[in-house]
């Protein structure tokens, strides 16, 4: 059964520097998208990403934050200057399109901001 | 703006209990959909059900059922003979219908302990 892959499953990285988590959606999908959630917390809308270009996005998805599909396959999320707030877990999912479609999600990037 | 509660934090029973998780929902559209995922201890999100605002039929797979009911704007989940596997924290969440992509809100989840 196909499904959203991401890596790496953990990234521990000092305050300011610049990370880039990577997914690899599901192969057919043509949305894709990210979402956080914070320990414990519910998880959050970031960005939608549809025909290469950003579709929708929230107040939490300011400046330090861009998304690419730099090839087919994959599809990342870059923060500039992470912050120890940037600290979360980081999903991508991807859908079919059209308003019938259903997210599936990748088992997460936990992200560490020391 | 739409909006997903949870009323309940946390539950626990026993095996073999039955157990409904409470989801009530608010949005303006007519056109929306609702969805149930399950994120068990190792940290995934699992599907589990989509619903149209169309069809309020219940739906029953397995041990789980889900009651969808406009009238009060809930869309609740049971499972029945609950067992060990079955803890994790469970998310109800909303999508609106957009043109391009879906924006998801997803409530604040349910923790289900379920205990031998």
């Known amino acids: 059964e196909p499904e959203v892959t991401q890596t790496p499953s953990h990234q521990v990285t000092q305050m300011g520097q610049e990370v880039i988590l990577r997914c690899v959606p599901i192969s057919n999908h043509l949305y894709f998208y990210w979402y956080r959630q914070i320990l414990g917390q519910k998880v959050e809308f970031l960005v939608s990403?549809?025909?290469?270009?950003?579709?929708?996005k929230s107040e939490i998805f300011d400046d330090q934050f861009s998304v690419e599909r730099p090839d087919g396959s994959n599809f990342t999320l870059k923060i500039r200057s992470t912050k120890l707030e940037d600290s979360a877990m980081y999903f991508c999912?991807?859908?079919?399109?059209?308003?019938?479609?259903?997210?599936?999600f990748g088992p997460g990037t936990r992200l560490t901001v020391l | 703006a739409q909006k997903v509660t949870q009323a309940q934090t946390e539950i626990s029973v026993v095996e073999k209990e039955d157990v409904t998780l409470d989801c009530v929902y608010e949005t303006r559209d007519t056109t929306y959909y609702l969805f149930w995922y399950k994120q068990p201890p190792s940290g995934e999100l699992v599907f589990l059900i989509r619903r149209n605002s169309f069809d309020e039929q219940n739906e029953i797979s397995g041990r789980y059922s889900w009651n969808f009911q406009k009238s009060t704007s809930s869309f609740n989940f049971t499972i029945t003979a609950s067992q060990v596997v079955d803890s994790a924290v469970y998310f109800c969440a909303l999508s609106e219908d957009r043109n391009y992509g879906q924006n998801f809100v997803f409530g604040p989840g349910t923790r289900l302990s379920v205990l031998p």
């Open positions: 999912a991807s859908s079919d399109g059209g308003i019938k479609d259903t997210q599936y």
């Open positions: 990403f549809y025909n290469n270009e950003i579709s929708e």
